[in-house]
Nanobody, 123 residues
Framework: QVQLVESGGGSVQAGAPLRLSCSAS????????VGWFRQAPGKEREFVAG????????YYADSVKGRFTISRDNAKNTVSLQIDSLKPEDTAVYHC????????????????WGQGTQVTVSS
């Protein structure tokens, strides 16, 4: 079993950056593709970014391209999500999730989830 813990969230002003981290215990992240999702109140969980197990492939939702950057450090067993120029519409709980096979956008196809970290952006 693998446990995921997200960190780095907070309350910020629009335009500020944040760096979210996803740390794993119980199993190494290196054999998993990792996705970041977010869920705002009353909305469906939304895929925002994904990275392959090697780190060689990344994928972003159109709504975040150019502002979000996903990266991983398999030696440290962590995956990061750099968010630049935050907007109020980025307000949500951000979750990381793991699967094997390929990066996909469907939340139901991920096997392991963290509890999430809250990001709140004020205008």
């Amino acid at each position: 079993q693998v446990q995921l813990v997200e960190s780095g969230g907070g309350s910020v002003q629009a335009g500020a950056p944040l760096r979210l981290s996803c740390s794993a215990s119980g199993r190494t992240l290196s054999s998993y593709d990792v996705g970041w999702f977010r869920q705002a109140p009353g909305k469906e969980r939304e895929f925002v970014a994904g990275i392959s197990w090697t780190g060689g492939h990344t994928y972003y939702a159109d709504s975040v391209k150019g502002r979000f950057t996903i990266s991983r450090d398999n030696a440290k067993n962590t995956v990061s999500l750099q968010i630049d120029s935050l907007k109020p519409e980025d307000t949500a709980v951000y979750h990381c999730a793991l699967r094997q096979g390929s990066i996909v956008t469907a939340a139901a196809l991920y096997d392991y989830w963290g509890q999430g970290t809250q990001v709140t952006v004020s205008s």
